[in-house]
Structure formats: C-alpha cells, structure tokens
C-alpha cells in the first residue's frame, strides 16, 4: 500500500570478514651531546580485508535478499615522529619539539546483488578512495622553579582529508550511475599554560588553560545522473552539484586540579577540567553507501565537535581502595540517526509523460537512512570503586563496580536530516518521515551498572607462569541515545616468561562463553530500532616474543605527543 507507512521492519545482516595485516616499527634515538636528545619514531601497516555479507530485509510483505562481497580493501598507514628533548639546567627545565606526520590510504570495492520475489533485481558496484594526512608540530617548554613549576607550550596541526567514492547500478532494468568527491581541511592552532605550586608539603594545586582556534574549508561535489531527478530514461547526461562548508571556531578549556596527601598514603583529588572532541573522518565523509538495497549510510560535513564539562572527586586509601564520584556533561554529542523514507523506482511504461503516470507504474520501497549528528546534550553522575587485596606471593583479587545516572535530552531538528532530493507523487510523500509527521528523539534517562572481578595468581614459586582471570557483567549500559541490555565478557591469559625474560609466551582466551551480545534499543518519535549484535569477540590466540639483546638493550619510550590520528581508523 503506497499510502502506509510500514509498521515493522526487520533485517537480518550476517557478515565474515578476514584480516591480514603487516607492518613493521622503528626507534632511533641519538644525544649529540650531553643535554640534548635527537630521536625518531616510524612505523608502517598494511592491512588487507575481505568481507561477506549477506542481509535479507522483509517489510511490506516483500523480502529482499542481498548478497555483498569486498573481494579487497587495502589499508596503507604510515607514521612518522620526530623529536628533539633539549634540558636547560639541572633543576630539569626542558624544551621539546616534537612533529608528527601520518598519512594513510583506503582503497574499498563492493559489490551487492539483490533479488526480490516479484522478479525485480538490483545491482550495485561501489568503489572509493580515501587518503588522510596529518601533520603537526608542537613546541613545549616544562619550567621547574622552586616556587612554582610552569608547562607551556604552542601547537599546529594541518588535517587533509580527500576522499572519492562512485556508484554503478542497474536498478529494475535501469542503469544509474553517480559519483562524489569530498575535500576537507582543518587547521588548527593552540596554546596552553600550566601552573602547579606545593603548599604545606601535602597540598597540591594545579591550574590550567588550553585555547584553540580551528579553521574548516570543506568542499563536495556530486555527480547525478539526471534521470534521479526526473525519471526520465537514462540518457547519459549528468548533473554535477557542488556544496562547501567552511566554518571558524574557537574554544577556551580551563582545568583545576587539587590534590591532599594524608599520612599512611591516602590521598583525596579534586579535579575538574573541559575537553574538545572533533569528529572523525568516516563521519565526515558525506558518501551514500548502500549498505543493502534498502540501506543507505552516510557521513555529515556539516558535524561540529562535542565538548564535554568533567569533575571527578577521587580517594585512595593507599592500601588497595580507590573511590571515585564523577560527574560529566557533554554538548553537541555525536550519533548515528536513522530515518525512512520512500525510493520510488519505475517499474514499467518509462516513456509515458510524468502528469499521465499513475501509481501502478511505481514500486516504493522504505529505504533506511542512518547518518551522523550533534542530536544530544547529555549528563552522566556515578560513582565507580575499585578494591584490590594481595592475599599472599601468589595470588592477587580485585573487584571493581560502577553505577550512574544517564540523562540525554535530544536536539534533534529532522529539518536537516531529510530533504526532498525528488519529485514524489503526493499521496507517496504524505507517507514521508520528516515533511509531515516528524522524526523526533525523545530524552533518554536511567541507571547503568557494571561489576568485573579479577585475579592474577603466579603458578610456580619464581613467578614466571601467571594466570590471568577477568570477568565482566554490564547491568545496564547507556551509550548515546541508545540503551543496551545485561552482557558480559570473560578473559582468560596464561603467560610463560623464560630464558631471563627473553622469551616470552602467551595464551589468550577471550569471551570463550559467547556471552558478549549487545542488545540496544533507541526510541523515535513514530518507531523504535531494536539491534540485536553478535560481535564475535570471542577469539583464542597464541603468542610468542623474543627480545633480542634481553636485559642489556636500553628501552626507549617517549610520548609521541599524538592527539588525532585515531580520526582515521576504520569504522
């Protein structure tokens, strides 16, 4: 019934994927003299992918059954940092410059085929490309006085992001074809100053201020083929629309940090402080990828980043127990929403005249829209605890819980979710979610549990076997806008050091009872989602290492000082 919105849903994805992966790490570090280190940091990792998936979606009375392959999708990242640490004067003031360059390269080719009982069919071939690199240099200054120790420092990062996807069909009998390339830059730059002062040998004070300023050019362009628009036979003819996006911004997150020393170890902290969090590169990506035949994901260019508002009140009593009351608020976060609306193929007749057409002469299918946005404010207060207890040589306990209070309260305007991209016939688009009823998020709120017990226990007298045992059981977990049932994990490790340390062998099980499925529901206005995920975490590995030189080769550990490679990984 074209006038009717479907009122269930449901969708079947099951999907095998196979990994190889390679890559290789080097540190060199080098003082031309004696006050001043030279170093280098580089590591490269190919990773090639290989998935399957099948999805089979029934709604309406119709089933569709899609078939998908990724027969390759090579991944190359390189990384780069190099230093140099220069020490001013023996009371240990430092200057550090650091820079760090990353480039990585995704190359994806998809394919789905689906088959639907009334003998239509579809076939996609989806291709793309995406390049990141990132580049940044940061100048630190750590400023030890006897009166007061100073850290501060200037910083400027450069984020390329291009990205081209392209997208072959031939839908009921028809080719399309339509292709995108998306450019995005973002250059930022920051200060920040630090002051930490000692008073009465047990009180600590520590006062913060990081500004930042950041400039966004985005530019898309898409190529549609003018039968999207019409629905007139495809003729080869393209209509390439072009949209940019720049913005400024900039932020001042200020931090406070107390912290008390009673006798015996125990320590009290009170420690406050604002964070930025930018979006990543897959949500910024604004490419249609069918998912299915029925299921499109897409990125937003448009998403800004959340920022979050944190106190934490922490004691320790320095024999085991650690307490922590927290409180986090969180604006403008990030999640995935998702929408129907109806795609309207021609089945038959394709040359009669658009006012002459009557409904016969279209199929609707409810197809499922699922992208990114800054749809939410939320609030979380809880108190996490932490107890662990050596109760001899061998063996060692830990317990741990956390329970909170989850409140979100949605932002979600559907006005810049959907929007007519085509010509619908009225009666279809009465049905269209967003233009007449309203797609709206309620608020979320209630409580999220977690409880993990541990163990680690040495198996021989000179402890080199050791037994690891943990156990994780979530209650109830609240992420975003979403609400996940009672799971749990289990992780079991049996490590053998020999040789001196320098062999070293490991055993792992982890979630070997399947008991890691996630059960999510999240409300709309006019439906509910209900996912059902079986992650397949549970895996068991073997591992060995060999450490040459063994004791006598000295380790060098320096904090590469970066903050947004991990916007590239793979979604």
Sequence with gaps: DLHSFPTRRSSDLEMEQTDKNIGTNVSLRFMPIKNIELGAIASYRHQRSYMDISDITSFVGTKYSDGQQV?????????????????????????????????????????ISTSIPSGSYYRSRCSSESDYLIRSLKLDFSLPFPFLTFETGVAYTHVH????????????????????????????????????????????????????????????????????????????????MNSKNNRDYSKVLPSLLLNYRFKERQQLSLNWYMGISRPNFYYLNPFEVYTSSTSIKTGNPALLPSTSNNVELSYSNGQGLNAVLYYHHGQDMIDWITAFHPEVYQQANLGIPQEDRNYSYYQVAFERETRPLNCYDN???????????????????????????????????????????????????????????????????????????????????????????????????????TKYDSYANF??????????????????AQDPFCQHILN?????????????????THYISLTATWSLGGKTVRRIQRDTKDTETQRAEKQ
């Design 379 to 481: 609030d979380k207060t809880g108190l996490y605890l932490r107890f662990q207890h050596q109760i001899s040589p061998q063996l060692s306990i830990a317990a741990e819980g956390d329970i909170y209070y989850y409140s979100a309260k949605s932002l979600y305007d559907p006005s810049i979710f959907l929007s007519s991209h085509i010509d619908l016939p009225s009666k279809v688009t009465m049905g269209r979610i967003g233009e007449s009823e309203g797609v709206y998020l309620p608020d979320l709120h209630g409580w999220g549990k977690r409880l993990a017990l541990s163990a680690d226990l040495f198996l021989d007298h000179r402890h080199n076997l050791l037994l690891n045992a943990r156990y994780d059981q979530i209650f109830s977990e609240y992420v975003g806008l």
């Design 161 to 240: 992001n291009e990205a081209y996807v392209s997208d072959k069909r031939i839908l009921m009998g028809l080719p399309r074809s339509w292709s995108t390339d998306y450019d995005y830059q973002e250059r930022t730059k920051a200060f920040y100053l630090n002051a930490t002062k000692t008073f009465f040998q047990r009180l600590t004070a520590r006062a913060g201020l990081r500004f930042e300023w950041t400039a966004l050019r985005g530019r898309d362009r898409i190529d549609v083929p003018v039968t999207d628009l019409t629905y007139n036979p495809y003729t080869g003819t393209m209509l390439s």
């Design 491 to 508: 992780y079991l490790a049996l490590r053998y050091s020999l040789l001196k340390d320098r062999l070293k062998l490991s055993l792992v």
């Design 520 to 536: 999510g529901t999240k409300d709309y206005f006019n439906h509910r989602d209900v996912e059902r995920l079986n992650p397949h």
């Design 71 to 111: 027969p390759h999708s090579p991944s190359n990242t390189f990384s780069l940092t190099a230093y140099c640490d220069w020490t001013l004067d023996s009371l240990g003031k430092q200057l550090s410059l650091t820079f760090n360059h990353f480039k990585e390269n995704d190359d994806d080719i998809f394919t």
